[in-house]
């Protein structure tokens, strides 16, 4: 058993800010080369020639996950750079604050879209290529405690997180005959700046009042005693894409400090 991702390929979506951006970093800083991939191009090339300068071997890549041409094109220019693909981070999300009531089509539409549409093709196109690089490969998405528990003014979140479990467990079962191991991660509250949206978002629906109330009304029960740090999604993303998680597979872990219990 080995914890290493050295010298591994590994591309990492929504990477440009965030958990995505720490994750890379972390993976980086372990060995790994990391593709930086987001649909900000800045921010995709920012955080790779931070990681660079820092020691780290990171390339920027601009993806929108929404877009199946997009991802093949991300895969590919992945394996032109780094040689192969050893590891995919379907890590690219949105989330948007409604009343249950009040959730319109479109509003479905857009974050089922991106969280759940997203983790699907990413999930495929990574499995079509490790399936015809024949060495295996692992896939690693990024779900939510919203995956195991639904919240009211976030419920389309939340399905769309159920969405991204139940696509980790179907992988699972579809590529373990390929020596594809496919695994989800569900954060808890992560400082971000997709909180600051939630926040606003309580605000906006008149569900608090003031800023961070939300965020501070969700971090008050966690067990180790405080919100999330992106850079804690780091340990067991290196677990999960290194040969340590070889017997592993169609799990959802709960990374959030413990907050919920499942
Ligand atoms: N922050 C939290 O508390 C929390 C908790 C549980 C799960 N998550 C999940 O973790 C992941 C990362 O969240 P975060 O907090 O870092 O969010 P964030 O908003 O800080 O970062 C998300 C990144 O995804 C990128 N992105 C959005 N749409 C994209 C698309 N179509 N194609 C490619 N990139 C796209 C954005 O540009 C951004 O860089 C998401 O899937 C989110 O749902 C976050």
């Not at 590919?76 to 989330?95: C, H, Q």
């Not at 808890?188 to 109330?213: C, H, P, Q, S, Y």
Request: glycine fraction near 12%.
């Amino acid at each position: 058993m080995n914890n290493s991702v050295k010298d591994r390929s590994i591309i990492i979506t929504g990477a440009g800010q965030g958990i995505g951006q720490s994750i890379a970093a972390g993976l980086a800083r372990a060995g790994a080369h990391v593709i930086v991939a987001d649909i900000n191009a800045d921010t995709a090339s920012k955080t790779a020639e931070d990681i660079s300068a820092a020691g780290g071997k990171a390339i920027g890549m601009t993806v929108d996950v929404t877009n199946r041409q997009s991802v093949t094109e991300l895969i590919a220019k992945t394996v032109e750079k780094n040689g192969k693909l050893d590891a995919m981070f379907n890590n690219a999300g949105i989330a948007h604050v409604k009343k249950f009531n009040d959730i319109t089509e479109d509003d479905w539409h857009r974050v089922m879209d991106v969280n759940a549409m997203g983790v699907l093709i990413g999930t495929q196109e990574a499995a079509k290529h490790f399936i015809a690089q024949g060495k295996g490969g692992k896939i690693i998405n990024t779900a939510s405690i919203a995956g195991k528990q639904g919240y009211e003014p976030l419920a389309h979140y939340s399905a769309s997180k159920f969405a991204v479990v139940a696509l980790t467990q179907a992988a699972a079962r579809a590529f373990g005959k390929h020596k594809i191991n496919v695994n989800a991660i569900c954060p808890g509250v992560v400082a971000t700046d997709m909180w600051k949206l939630i926040d606003k978002g309580f605000v906006d629906e008149g569900l608090t009042e003031r800023d961070n109330e939300a965020f501070d009304g969700f971090s008050a029960d966690i067990l180790m005693g405080r919100p999330s740090r992106p850079d804690d999604m780091v340990g067991v993303s290196i677990f999960l894409a290194s040969s340590g998680s070889d017997y592993m597979t169609g799990q959802s872990l709960m990374v959030d400090g413990g907050m919920v219990l499942v």
